[in-house]
């Protein structure tokens, strides 16, 4: 089984859900696809045993020992990445598109492409099985094909380890990253707060797993911050057909087990908020050959 935990929005507690659900299994292969800020590792401090460079594009650096100046390539580029400051001409590196045009048109050949090689792909063993994360360096691109290598990474480990059961810690939003991380699971669980916004941003991200016709539940963390809108999504995800697996109660040991690099399952097994995510994931994992404990 391959289940994603996704969110609408930024700062709904998927991580803690999905920290949660790892551990919550006898063993499994835990992909963090939040690659812009992968947080997961801080948690369970794999030990990584494969580190993979991930060249995310290439960026226009000029030779100055052969550009005369002339402001050629000036004129060509469309993203205003190139200008002349002091009779010199000058590349933006963060308005660069990489496209390669400037390159090609430059008449002294002063232009080189450089490969943006400083994200990484970690994998590695953690204390409930294998881990996989990626690493996106700021300012760097292309996200989603950095989830779909971390992914492919995942699958691999899954099938030499023969473990069962692949769990993805999506990125927040409906972007590029989050179609990666979704496409061709078994199931999405989307994490969701009581607040307007969390309301709005759940419903794109249902349209989102609705338009690819994936299996989706939703869980309202720290529901009683706000019980009437929490009743608005629970109504909405009634109308829409989809089942709220968990509705959790705000809880601070949810924080300090973060800090004490544990899950809350690990932290505090006893608490209301531990319960309901064990009630959760047997929900979700019911009807496939995989159990949580």
Known sequence: MELAVISGKGGTGKSSVSAAFASLHERIVLADCDVDAANLFLLFNPVNDEEMVFVSGHKAVIDREKCTDCGHCVSYCRFDAIDVRNDEVWINEIACDGCELCARVCPEEAIAMVPEADS????????????????????????????????????????????????????????????????????????????LSGLHDLKRAVELTHNYDIPTSVIINKYDLNEAIALQIKAYCSFEGLMVVAMLPFDRRVVEAMVHCKSIVEYAPDSEVSKLLQSACKKITHGWAVGCV
């Open 120 to 195: 990484r792909m970690y994998s590695g063993s953690f204390r409930k099985g294998k881990m996989v994360y990626g690493r996106l360096a700021p300012g760097e691109e292309n996200s989603g094909r950095l989830v779909d290598l971390v992914r492919k990474q995942a699958k691999e480990i899954a099938k030499k380890e023969n473990i069962a059961t692949i769990l993805l810690d999506g990125p927040p939003g409906i972007g590029c990253p989050v179609l990666s991380t979704i496409t061709g699971v078994d199931h999405v669980v989307i994490v969701t707060e009581p607040t």
